[in-house]
């Protein structure tokens, strides 16, 4: 079992950035790979990236290519997300995720699929 706590969130104006951060619990870390997903208010929750176990590989959503920027470090228990050139419809609850699959089994955009979620981190961005 992992838990899951992230941090790095806040109030930033558009155009700026914030990098979110994901602490994770236990030695199991490196055996899943690791996602990033929002939610705003009165919307599902979406997903905006994925990195696989050893973090060579990575997915993002269209919405946030080229913005945002997923990175782990496994020797730290950590996974990031580097969002810069914030928009206002970036504003959301983040939430990292943890699942057992790697990233390029069954569908790392899919909620559903992960086994482990944090608490979430609010992420306003001021237009």
């Known amino acids: 079992q992992v838990q899951l706590v992230e941090s790095g969130g806040g109030l930033v104006q558009a155009g700026g950035s914030l990098k979110l951060s994901c602490a994770a619990s236990g030695r199991t870390f490196a055996t899943y790979s690791m996602g990033w997903f929002r939610q705003a208010p009165g919307k599902e929750r979406e997903f905006v990236a994925a990195?696989?176990?050893?973090?060579?590989?990575?997915y993002y959503a269209d919405s946030v290519k080229g913005r945002f920027t997923i990175s782990r470090d496994n020797a730290n228990n950590t996974v990031s997300l580097q969002m810069n050139s914030l928009k206002a419809e970036d504003t959301a609850v983040y939430y990292c995720?943890?699942?057992?699959?790697?990233?390029?089994?069954?569908?790392?955009?899919?909620?559903?699929?992960?086994?482990?979620w944090g608490q979430g981190t609010q992420v306003t961005v001021s237009s």
């Open positions: 990195i696989s176990r050893s973090g060579a590989r990575t």
């Open positions: 995720a943890a699942r057992f699959n790697d990233l390029w089994v069954g569908n790392p955009s899919f909620a559903r699929e992960y086994n482990y």
